[in-house]
């Protein structure tokens, strides 16, 4: 079942926070995210499992609620190039993943 | 660039035509998945492969779709009987994930550029 993303979109000045939300109704193993610009693949950005292990870049961080399969990424002092659209990948069992709706993040000067 | 090869890059055809995708994963990895992706939307899940098994094919997946991994390298998107409705990007990612307990997927996926089909 498709994970629920909120906000759809955001605009945010460079320098400017935002959060993106990511919630299933199916008991989750892991979560991903990714981010997608406009005509390129989506790239890898974290990776949250049950039980806490988490992987990713440096500047990227993210939360995973196992009780209320919820998982948040954090975007702060964001910068231009953060600007594309962003989706969380859901992984219930057996390991392929779900990916959400995307939320579109502009970042503007 | 990511690794992960897709070819054509760009596929136009005419309704009721067959098509072709192929995928080259990363080498090493074990695990490769087809997804397609129109405008405005996340990538829709339509099946994936652990080396050359199939482990499973999204429900709503026409008949006309088929997919292999014949060796556990590369892979192919068999559309037949091309459909309107069948156009859009065609993504291709591969992983390599570590079995654990029920053999979850615990790495991260590699996409390749798509292809893109275009059903006249």
């Known amino acids: 079942q498709q994970p629920v993303q909120s906000p759809q979109a955001v605009i945010l000045r460079e320098g400017e926070d935002a959060v993106i939300n990511c919630s299933s109704s199916k008991a989750l193993y892991s979560v991903h995210w990714y981010r997608q610009k406009h005509g390129e693949a989506p790239v890898f950005l974290m990776i949250l499992l049950k039980g806490g292990e988490q992987k990713g870049h440096e500047k990227i961080s993210a939360s995973f609620n196992e009780k209320k399969q919820q998982s948040s990424l954090y975007l702060t002092a964001s910068q231009l190039s953060y600007s594309g659209t962003y989706f969380c990948g859901t992984d219930q069992q057996g390991g392929k993943l779900i990916f959400g709706q995307g939320t579109e993040l502009s970042v503007k000067p | 660039d990511t690794g992960v090869s897709q070819n054509p890059r760009h596929k136009i055809t005419k309704r009721g035509q067959n098509v072709t995708f192929r995928c080259d994963p990363i080498s090493e990895h074990n695990r490769l998945y087809w997804y397609r992706q129109t405008l405005g939307q996340g990538p829709e899940f339509l099946t994936y492969f652990q080396n050359e098994a199939q482990l499973e094919k999204s429900r709503l997946l026409s008949d006309r779709f088929s997919a292999e991994r014949p060796k556990g390298s590369f892979s192919t998107l068999e559309i037949q009987r091309t459909e309107q409705g069948d156009s859009a990007m065609y993504l291709c990612?591969?992983?390599?994930?570590?079995?654990?307990?029920?053999?979850?997927?615990?790495?991260?996926?590699?996409f390749g550029e798509g292809s893109r089909l275009t059903v006249l």
């Open positions: 990612a591969s992983s390599l994930a570590r079995q654990e307990g029920m053999g979850r997927n615990t790495g991260e996926l590699f």
